[in-house]
T-cell receptor, first 111, second 115 residues
Framework: SQELEQSPQSLIVQEGKNLTINCTSS?????LYWYKQKYGEGLIFLMM?????EEKSHEKITAKLDEKKQQSSLHITASQPSHAGIYLC???????????FGTGTSLTVIP | KAGVTQTPRYLIKTRGQQVTLSCSPI?????VSWYQQTPGQGLQFLFE???????NKGNFPGRFSGRQFSNSRSEMNVSTLELGDSALYLC??????????????FGNGTRLTVT
Protein backbone atom coordinates (compact mmCIF):
# COMPACT_ATOMS: atom_id res chain seq x y z
CA SER A 1 0.00 0.00 0.00
CA GLN A 2 1.09 3.57 -0.47
CA GLU A 3 2.03 5.32 2.73
CA LEU A 4 2.45 8.99 3.37
CA GLU A 5 4.62 10.16 6.22
CA GLN A 6 4.28 13.69 7.49
CA SER A 7 6.76 15.62 9.59
CA PRO A 8 6.73 17.09 12.04
CA GLN A 9 3.83 15.50 13.87
CA SER A 10 3.11 18.78 15.65
CA LEU A 11 4.31 22.34 15.53
CA ILE A 12 3.96 25.23 17.94
CA VAL A 13 5.10 28.55 16.52
CA GLN A 14 4.94 32.19 17.47
CA GLU A 15 2.72 34.35 15.31
CA GLY A 16 4.69 35.83 12.44
CA LYS A 17 7.12 32.93 12.13
CA ASN A 18 7.58 30.86 8.99
CA LEU A 19 7.15 27.10 9.03
CA THR A 20 7.39 24.06 6.77
CA ILE A 21 5.52 20.76 6.82
CA ASN A 22 6.78 17.79 4.83
CA CYS A 23 4.98 14.86 3.24
CA THR A 24 7.03 11.90 2.02
CA SER A 25 5.94 8.89 0.02
CA SER A 26 7.69 5.59 -0.57
CA UNK A 27 6.24 5.54 -4.08
CA UNK A 28 5.75 8.00 -6.90
CA UNK A 29 2.91 10.37 -6.23
CA UNK A 30 0.19 10.86 -8.81
CA UNK A 31 -1.67 13.88 -7.62
CA LEU A 32 -0.72 15.29 -4.23
CA TYR A 33 -3.30 17.23 -2.26
CA TRP A 34 -3.01 19.39 0.81
CA TYR A 35 -5.91 19.81 3.20
CA LYS A 36 -6.49 21.67 6.43
CA GLN A 37 -8.79 20.46 9.19
CA LYS A 38 -10.17 22.21 12.22
CA TYR A 39 -10.71 19.85 15.12
CA GLY A 40 -13.82 17.72 14.67
CA GLU A 41 -14.68 19.21 11.31
CA GLY A 42 -14.26 18.29 7.69
CA LEU A 43 -11.20 18.83 5.55
CA ILE A 44 -10.75 22.00 3.58
CA PHE A 45 -8.98 21.65 0.24
CA LEU A 46 -5.90 23.88 -0.03
CA MET A 47 -3.95 22.88 -3.13
CA MET A 48 -3.34 20.13 -5.64
CA UNK A 49 0.04 19.35 -7.24
CA UNK A 50 0.52 16.95 -10.10
CA UNK A 51 3.74 17.68 -11.92
CA UNK A 52 7.24 17.19 -10.58
CA UNK A 53 8.71 20.55 -9.62
CA GLU A 54 5.29 22.16 -9.51
CA GLU A 55 4.77 24.93 -6.97
CA LYS A 56 1.53 26.62 -6.04
CA SER A 57 0.69 29.45 -3.69
CA HIS A 58 -2.46 30.67 -2.05
CA GLU A 59 -2.24 33.72 0.17
CA LYS A 60 0.63 32.92 2.55
CA ILE A 61 0.73 29.19 1.90
CA THR A 62 3.03 27.65 -0.71
CA ALA A 63 3.21 23.98 -1.63
CA LYS A 64 5.76 22.23 -3.81
CA LEU A 65 6.13 18.76 -5.26
CA ASP A 66 9.71 17.67 -5.79
CA GLU A 67 11.06 16.57 -9.18
CA LYS A 68 10.95 12.88 -8.32
CA LYS A 69 7.35 13.25 -7.14
CA GLN A 70 7.97 11.51 -3.86
CA GLN A 71 7.97 14.44 -1.48
CA SER A 72 5.93 17.55 -1.03
CA SER A 73 6.39 20.49 1.30
CA LEU A 74 3.92 23.05 2.58
CA HIS A 75 5.36 26.38 3.66
CA ILE A 76 3.51 29.05 5.60
CA THR A 77 4.97 32.54 5.66
CA ALA A 78 4.33 34.92 8.56
CA SER A 79 1.98 32.52 10.36
CA GLN A 80 -1.25 33.76 11.93
CA PRO A 81 -3.59 32.22 14.52
CA SER A 82 -6.01 31.52 11.65
CA HIS A 83 -3.47 29.08 10.24
CA ALA A 84 -3.84 26.82 13.26
CA GLY A 85 -5.28 23.37 12.60
CA ILE A 86 -4.29 19.97 11.31
CA TYR A 87 -2.64 19.80 7.91
CA LEU A 88 -2.97 16.62 5.92
CA CYS A 89 -1.45 15.56 2.66
CA UNK A 90 -3.32 13.12 0.48
CA UNK A 91 -2.45 11.23 -2.65
CA UNK A 92 -3.97 8.91 -5.20
CA UNK A 93 -2.48 5.59 -6.25
CA UNK A 94 -1.10 5.24 -9.75
CA UNK A 95 -4.36 3.67 -10.85
CA UNK A 96 -6.31 6.43 -9.17
CA UNK A 97 -8.57 3.95 -7.51
CA UNK A 98 -7.80 4.80 -3.94
CA UNK A 99 -6.87 7.82 -1.94
CA UNK A 100 -4.44 7.86 1.00
CA PHE A 101 -3.85 10.47 3.65
CA GLY A 102 -0.76 11.31 5.61
CA THR A 103 -0.55 11.09 9.37
CA GLY A 104 -1.26 14.80 9.80
CA THR A 105 0.60 17.74 11.32
CA SER A 106 -1.00 19.68 14.14
CA LEU A 107 -0.15 23.38 13.98
CA THR A 108 -0.60 25.79 16.90
CA VAL A 109 0.13 29.47 16.38
CA ILE A 110 0.65 31.48 19.54
CA PRO A 111 -0.47 35.13 19.30
CA LYS B 1 -23.19 26.02 -4.63
CA ALA B 2 -23.97 24.03 -1.50
CA GLY B 3 -21.14 21.96 -0.08
CA VAL B 4 -21.16 18.33 0.98
CA THR B 5 -23.84 17.79 3.60
CA GLN B 6 -23.65 15.03 6.17
CA THR B 7 -26.39 14.09 8.60
CA PRO B 8 -26.69 13.66 11.45
CA ARG B 9 -23.87 15.70 12.92
CA TYR B 10 -23.69 13.65 16.11
CA LEU B 11 -24.86 10.18 17.05
CA ILE B 12 -24.73 8.15 20.22
CA LYS B 13 -25.41 4.44 19.92
CA THR B 14 -25.06 1.36 22.06
CA ARG B 15 -22.91 -1.67 21.28
CA GLY B 16 -24.72 -4.13 19.06
CA GLN B 17 -26.97 -1.55 17.44
CA GLN B 18 -26.73 -0.45 13.84
CA VAL B 19 -26.46 3.03 12.40
CA THR B 20 -27.01 4.75 9.05
CA LEU B 21 -25.20 7.90 8.05
CA SER B 22 -26.19 10.08 5.14
CA CYS B 23 -24.22 12.19 2.70
CA SER B 24 -25.40 14.59 0.00
CA PRO B 25 -22.60 15.48 -2.44
CA ILE B 26 -22.02 18.76 -4.18
CA UNK B 27 -24.42 19.14 -7.08
CA UNK B 28 -22.93 17.57 -10.19
CA UNK B 29 -20.45 15.40 -8.32
CA UNK B 30 -20.90 11.72 -9.06
CA UNK B 31 -18.20 10.17 -6.91
CA VAL B 32 -18.76 9.82 -3.19
CA SER B 33 -16.27 8.30 -0.79
CA TRP B 34 -16.33 7.63 2.92
CA TYR B 35 -13.57 7.84 5.51
CA GLN B 36 -13.21 6.95 9.15
CA GLN B 37 -11.06 9.23 11.30
CA THR B 38 -9.81 8.23 14.74
CA PRO B 39 -6.97 9.64 16.86
CA GLY B 40 -5.07 6.37 16.68
CA GLN B 41 -5.50 5.41 13.03
CA GLY B 42 -5.95 8.76 11.37
CA LEU B 43 -8.00 8.98 8.19
CA GLN B 44 -8.82 5.62 6.70
CA PHE B 45 -10.60 4.95 3.44
CA LEU B 46 -13.84 2.98 3.73
CA PHE B 47 -15.29 2.86 0.22
CA GLU B 48 -16.07 4.86 -2.86
CA UNK B 49 -19.18 4.93 -5.00
CA UNK B 50 -19.64 6.15 -8.52
CA UNK B 51 -22.89 5.99 -10.46
CA UNK B 52 -24.54 3.82 -7.81
CA UNK B 53 -21.72 1.26 -7.94
CA UNK B 54 -19.10 0.58 -5.34
CA UNK B 55 -15.87 1.21 -7.20
CA ASN B 56 -13.33 0.76 -4.41
CA LYS B 57 -13.31 -0.62 -0.92
CA GLY B 58 -10.91 -0.19 1.96
CA ASN B 59 -9.85 -2.74 4.51
CA PHE B 60 -12.86 -2.74 6.79
CA PRO B 61 -15.05 -5.65 7.95
CA GLY B 62 -18.31 -6.46 6.26
CA ARG B 63 -20.23 -4.73 9.04
CA PHE B 64 -19.45 -1.54 7.15
CA SER B 65 -21.51 -1.13 4.02
CA GLY B 66 -22.78 1.63 1.83
CA ARG B 67 -24.82 2.51 -1.16
CA GLN B 68 -25.37 5.34 -3.57
CA PHE B 69 -28.64 6.46 -5.04
CA SER B 70 -29.43 7.69 -8.52
CA ASN B 71 -29.22 11.33 -7.35
CA SER B 72 -25.64 10.58 -6.09
CA ARG B 73 -26.64 10.83 -2.45
CA SER B 74 -24.96 8.13 -0.40
CA GLU B 75 -25.53 6.30 2.83
CA MET B 76 -23.24 4.15 4.89
CA ASN B 77 -24.37 1.60 7.40
CA VAL B 78 -22.55 0.02 10.29
CA SER B 79 -24.14 -3.02 11.84
CA THR B 80 -23.44 -4.66 15.20
CA LEU B 81 -21.63 -1.61 16.50
CA GLU B 82 -18.47 -2.03 18.54
CA LEU B 83 -16.80 0.43 20.89
CA GLY B 84 -13.97 0.77 18.39
CA ASP B 85 -16.36 2.13 15.79
CA SER B 86 -16.49 5.42 17.66
CA ALA B 87 -15.04 7.91 15.22
CA LEU B 88 -15.62 10.87 12.98
CA TYR B 89 -17.04 9.60 9.69
CA LEU B 90 -16.30 11.86 6.76
CA CYS B 91 -17.90 11.86 3.36
CA UNK B 92 -16.25 13.40 0.33
CA UNK B 93 -17.44 14.04 -3.18
CA UNK B 94 -15.55 14.77 -6.36
CA UNK B 95 -16.32 15.75 -9.90
CA UNK B 96 -13.97 13.42 -11.73
CA UNK B 97 -15.21 10.05 -12.83
CA UNK B 98 -11.98 8.11 -13.29
CA UNK B 99 -8.89 9.01 -11.36
CA UNK B 100 -8.22 11.52 -8.67
CA UNK B 101 -7.53 14.43 -10.96
CA UNK B 102 -9.99 16.62 -9.16
CA UNK B 103 -9.90 17.24 -5.44
CA UNK B 104 -12.14 15.65 -2.87
CA UNK B 105 -14.55 18.01 -1.15
CA PHE B 106 -15.43 16.99 2.38
CA GLY B 107 -18.47 17.37 4.57
CA ASN B 108 -18.18 18.27 8.24
CA GLY B 109 -18.61 14.68 9.26
CA THR B 110 -20.76 12.66 11.61
CA ARG B 111 -19.36 12.09 15.07
CA LEU B 112 -20.39 8.60 16.16
CA THR B 113 -20.01 7.57 19.78
CA VAL B 114 -20.63 3.94 20.73
CA THR B 115 -21.23 3.22 24.40
Amino acid sequence: SQELEQSPQSLIVQEGKNLTINCTSSKTLYGLYWYKQKYGEGLIFLMMLQKGGEEKSHEKITAKLDEKKQQSSLHITASQPSHAGIYLCGAATITGNQFYFGTGTSLTVIP
Amino acid sequence: KAGVTQTPRYLIKTRGQQVTLSCSPISGHRSVSWYQQTPGQGLQFLFEYFSETQRNKGNFPGRFSGRQFSNSRSEMNVSTLELGDSALYLCASSLDDSSYNSPLHFGNGTRLTVT
